[in-house]
T-cell receptor, first 114, second 112 residues
Framework: ETGVTQTPRHLVMGMTNKKSLKCEQH?????MYWYKQSAKKPLELMFV???????ENNSVPSRFSPECPNSSHLFLHLHTLQPEDSALYLC?????????????FGPGTRLTVL | SQKIEQNSEALNIQEGKTATLTCNYT??????LQWYRQDPGRGPVFLLL?????KEKRKERLKVTFDTTLKQSLFHITASQPADSATYLC???????????FGGGTRLMVKP
């Protein structure tokens, strides 16, 4: 185990639903991240949080809304998603300088949008 | 635009041989380069990090090189084992710390 947990592991939702993905890290890291991994596409960085403050938003549509209440927890709120949003959503954490150090990934949430 | 290329075709090698995976990049001046391993249905696992001023890094059976002139990193696994079979991802980070870009990964299959 990497010390980063994600729930749920699998999620199926309709385009009109609202759901949330949860990530928790037990490593005492200062930074947390959301990534999207679609079939046959590279891993894409979505959001970056440093000490619960958002520092990066890589042109992600507003139907994805992150929330970081503290340095250990990260949420991704989903609403009115499209079928092309179906993917593996990965959470990661790291310590120290953002994006320059080893990242610890969770197991991911496999999302299917119908 | 920035581009990272990893061989999208699977690499098949015999157990005991050295596996060499390539990561090429264009329109990018990375300060750090990382290699990860990803097994099906799981998140990536960090393997090695190399900085732009380092030519080579080793960890047990793993070796990474970083040539900023050729804009290329090579990832070697010596004495490969079937358990090394996985997808290997390279990722490039800039100095500003606001971007980490992943390659598409190369699938390695080590046959007994």
């Amino acid at each position: 185990e990497t010390g980063v947990t994600q729930t749920p592991r699998h999620l199926v939702m309709g385009m009109t639903n609202k759901k949330s993905l949860k990530c928790e890290q037990h490593l005492g890291h200062n930074a947390m991240y959301w990534y999207k991994q679609s079939a046959k596409k590279p891993l894409e960085l979505m959001f970056v949080y440093n000490f619960k403050e958002q520092t990066e938003n890589n042109s992600v549509p507003s139907r994805f809304s992150p929330e970081c209440p503290n340095s250990s927890h990260l949420f991704l709120h989903l609403h009115t998603l499209q079928p092309e949003d179906s993917a593996l959503y990965l959470c990661a954490s790291s310590q120290g300088e953002l994006l320059k150090n080893e990242q610890f990934f969770g197991p991911g949430t496999r999302l299917t949008v119908l | 635009s920035q581009k990272i290329e990893q061989n999208s075709e699977a690499l098949n090698i015999q157990e005991g041989k050295t596996a060499t995976l390539t990561c090429n990049y264009t329109n990018y001046s990375p300060a750090y380069l990382q290699w990860y391993r990803q097994d099906p249905g799981r998140g990536p696992v960090f393997l090695l990090l190399i900085r732009e001023n380092e030519k080579e890094k080793r960890k047990e059976r793993l070796k990474v090189t970083f040539d900023t002139t050729l804009k290329q990193s090579l990832f070697h696994i010596t004495a490969s084992q079937p358990a090394d079979s996985a997808t290997y991802l390279c990722a490039l980070a800039n100095n500003a710390g606001n971007m980490l870009t992943f390659g598409g990964g190369t699938r390695l299959m080590v046959k007994p």
